[in-house]
């Protein structure tokens, strides 16, 4: 495609539940990024991957974050029960110097 | 990590006006890019500026990696060049960002 695509752009759900997050990255690109951005912050680096491989998770903050990457496509973030804090802007880049998608909005209730 | 530092949080504007905003950090870096994010949260590339000055129409950067910062200058602006500005840093290959200044150019 001719940017990176993310969905849903809007996620609701309640306390407890999982959701799993869409990045569809520029065709081609082997490199593909996760960061997360709270209200009125800079972003933070969550997931790094090379390919279909995660060499850098420093940044996923507790073992209910984890994410995969089918080839050098598509990826998904998933988060398990949920929690308030996790609410924010989920957003995903592709390549080096990083073109990144529209984010996914998240809302825990 | 790195820390990046933005200046001034906030940045009222009059149409027309011209401004400048910087971008403190805290090591050597490799690279070093400015986003604006629009007010419907799109992050766009403006410059990828390791050093020396870039141009592109009304906007400039400059990065002077030897003392640590970055400026970007916006000129005669545009009620389309409010919202967030970004500064980022690669920390390797990852990218660690300011915590923006808020543009609001009124008509």
């Known amino acids: 495609g001719a940017g990176v695509s993310q969905s849903p752009s809007n996620k609701v759900t309640e306390k407890g539940k999982d959701v799993e997050l869409r990045c569809d990255p520029i065709?081609?690109?082997?490199?593909l990024y996760w960061y997360r951005q709270r209200l009125g912050q800079g972003l933070e680096f969550l997931i790094y991957f090379q390919g279909n491989s995660a060499p850098d998770k420093s940044g996923l903050p507790s073992d209910r974050f984890s994410a995969e990457r089918t080839g050098e496509s598509v990826s998904t973030l998933t988060i398990q029960r949920t929690q308030q804090e996790d609410s924010a802007v989920y957003l995903c880049?592709?390549?080096?110097?990083?073109?990144f998608g529209p984010g996914t909005r998240l809302t825990v209730l | 990590g790195i820390q990046v530092e933005q200046s001034p949080p906030d940045l009222i504007l009059q149409e027309g006006a011209n401004s400048t905003l910087r971008c403190n950090f805290s090591d050597s870096v490799n690279n070093l890019q400015w986003f604006h994010q629009n007010p419907w949260g799109q992050l766009i590339n403006l410059f990828y500026?390791?050093?020396g000055t870039k141009q592109n129409g009304r906007l400039s950067a400059t990065t002077v990696a030897t003392e640590r910062y970055s400026l970007l200058y916006i000129s005669s602006s545009q009620t389309t060049d409010s919202g967030v500005y970004f500064c980022a840093v690669y920390d390797d290959y990852k990218l660690s960002f300011g915590a923006g200044t808020t543009v609001t150019v009124r008509a």
């Open positions: 880049a592709s390549t080096d110097t990083q073109y």
């Open positions: 065709s081609g690109h082997t490199a």
């Open positions: 500026i390791p050093s």
